[in-house]
């Protein structure tokens, strides 16, 4: 009785091991019971464009007489030359950048066009008819196809990136991932807005061609593959089993 006591604590021990073991526990943006998803008002191209922030990183390039150098250049008339490779610019916590010459800029807020047109008032003090050309170099969105292990930090070369094309870098969907329920997670000011897309239908083609945007997540929720899981779970508690229980039948045999 003893030893049947035993086994069975052991068993207990073990199955409570087994149990404590998380099931689908890498899965993430989950939607809690009875909150509505947001599937209507999705703006397929921005409503707004983008004003700089803080910690943002950009480059600019500076031309002389209303950027008649670019036009010479297109046109054949200057010799070829090397251009000397752009430096980064960063947007300080206070909003403003540190630029060569003109010294302390105030840039958060402001547009792209909007910031080129404050360069060029400032540097104007220095050089006549100052043309500037603003690139912001750090635009990302954070693309997670499905399968934790695959998500993809995708630079926006340009601004028009489609969804289909942001997907598309990172890899495609993948093989756990759900194609109807895409969560786009974009920030609104200071929160962030969550749109539940289904691309799983030919319906789903009008979100194909949407603009993503800066700083955006888009989440492809995985399925939830419980089965596989419980099985790779209970797998080490099984053989822990099976040991104690051939150790038991040796010592009672061994009676």
């Known amino acids: 009785m003893m030893r049947l006591g035993l086994f069975g604590s052991l068993v207990l ?3 409570g091991v087994g149990s404590s073991c998380g099931i689908n526990s890498n899965l993430m943006f989950k939607t809690p019971k ?11 191209r921005p409503t707004t464009e983008y004003t700089i922030s803080r910690d943002d990183k950009f480059s600019f390039t500076l031309y002389t007489n209303g950027g008649k150098r670019i036009v010479e250049n297109m046109a054949g008339m ?3 030359q090397v251009n000397p490779e752009i430096p980064e610019y960063i947007v300080r916590s206070n909003g403003t950048a540190e630029l060569p010459i003109v010294g302390e800029i105030m840039v958060a807020g402001l547009t792209v066009q909007q910031c080129e047109d404050t360069l060029a008032k400032a540097f104007a003090v ?3 008819e100052p043309y500037v050309q603003v690139k912001l170099t750090n635009q990302r969105v954070i693309v997670f196809p499905g399968n934790g292990s695959d998500a993809k930090v995708i630079p926006l070369q340009n601004n028009n990136t489609t969804l289909m094309e942001a997907i598309a870098l990172a890899g495609g969907i993948a093989d756990r991932g759900r194609a109807d329920k ?5 920030n609104l000011g200071t929160s962030r807005v969550v749109y539940v897309l289904d691309l799983s239908t030919i319906d789903g083609l009008k979100y194909a061609d949407m603009i993503v945007q800066a700083n955006d997540y888009i989440y492809v929720e995985p399925n939830e593959q419980v089965g596989r899981e419980v099985v790779q779970s209970a797998a080490p508690v099984v053989s822990l089993l099976s040991s104690a ?3 038991f039948t040796v010592i009672s045999n061994l009676k």
């Not at 895409?182 to 974009?186: A, E, P, Q, T, V």
């Open 13 to 15: 021990l073990l199955l």
């Open 34 to 44: 009875g909150v509505q998803e947001r599937s209507d008002s999705i703006p397929l």
């Open 78 to 80: 200057n010799d070829a």
């Open 126 to 128: 220095e050089y006549q």
């Open 182 to 186: 895409i969560k786009l997670m974009r």
């Open 245 to 247: 229980l051939i150790i």
